[in-house]
């Protein structure tokens, strides 16, 4: 290794060691939780107010074809799904629910205002 990288490797080594020192423990990842709601058709949902029983076979024909899909919660929070990169085949179950109410585990995120949820796996509610 070079002699001018050193400096940077030491670097990383040293604030490692002081966050463990510091707190016991290495970051935990952001733990998965669960969200439940109206799986939306955004590309109806947002222009017309689209969503309900009603609106389910139009969602499902819209999530067939790749419109980008929501989640409505009881609270009247809209996440925008997507899928974990490289573990996709749990994206189709939602797609599946469009129109439909639903039982989300994933990660929630927020960037400049808007609200996604990473999907891990979706089920209809019991």
């Known amino acids: 290794m070079s002699e001018s990288r050193w400096p940077r490797v030491l670097a990383v080594f040293v ?11 290495l970051p935990a990842a952001a733990a998965e939780e669960n969200l439940s709601g ?3 058709d955004m590309a ?7 969503k309900g029983p009603a ?3 139009c969602a499902l024909t819209c999530a067939e074809h790749g ?7 009881d609270d009247d929070k809209v996440y925008l ?3 974990k ?10 797609k599946l629910l469009a129109g439909s109410r639903a039982v989300l585990k994933g990660k929630a995120s927020e960037r400049m205002g808007i609200s996604g949820f990473e999907v891990h796996s979706a089920t209809a509610p019991e």
């Open 15 to 25: 604030g490692a060691g002081l966050l463990l020192f510091t707190t016991g423990h």
């Open 85 to 94: 990169h490289g573990k996709e085949k749990a994206f189709d179950a939602v």
């Open 55 to 57: 609106h389910r076979k």
């Open 81 to 83: 799904l997507y899928p």
């Open 67 to 73: 419109m980008p899909l929501g989640l409505l919660t």
């Open 38 to 40: 109206e799986v939306l």
């Open 44 to 50: 109806c949902f947002i222009p017309k107010g689209a």
